[in-house]
């Protein structure tokens, strides 16, 4: 991956930011996992994140820590799912 595809941030940062998506992704007994896409100088960026699970829970240090945001483009998928029959 070349050094320009990647942006760095803090996760606070990336959380006050407006997201084009913000979707979960898993849990465990302490955290919630999230990926977020931006727009930073019409660039979309990606990047999975952890949050406390609860307010009882210390993250200030994940918060202030920097993360990679990595370019990431739009794309189109056909997706086959299950449905009850009619």
């Given at each position: 991956m070349s050094e320009s595809n990647v942006?760095?941030?803090?996760?606070?940062?990336?959380l006050e930011m407006d997201h084009l998506e913000?979707?979960?992704i898993d849990h465990g007994r302490w955290d919630v996992?999230?990926?977020v896409v931006v727009e930073i100088d019409g660039k979309f960026y990606q990047r999975y994140f952890r949050?406390?699970?609860?307010?009882s829970q210390d993250v200030d240090a994940y918060l202030e820590r920097k993360v990679d945001l990595v370019e990431v483009?739009?794309?189109e998928e056909v997706?086959?799912?299950w449905k009850k029959k009619s």
């Amino acid at each position: 991956m070349s050094e320009s595809n990647v942006l760095t941030r803090t996760a606070d940062q990336l959380l006050e930011m407006d997201h084009l998506e913000f979707k979960y992704i898993d849990h465990g007994r302490w955290d919630v996992t999230y990926q977020v896409v931006v727009e930073i100088d019409g660039k979309f960026y990606q990047r999975y994140f952890r949050v406390a699970a609860t307010e009882s829970q210390d993250v200030d240090a994940y918060l202030e820590r920097k993360v990679d945001l990595v370019e990431v483009e739009q794309v189109e998928e056909v997706v086959k799912v299950w449905k009850k029959k009619s």
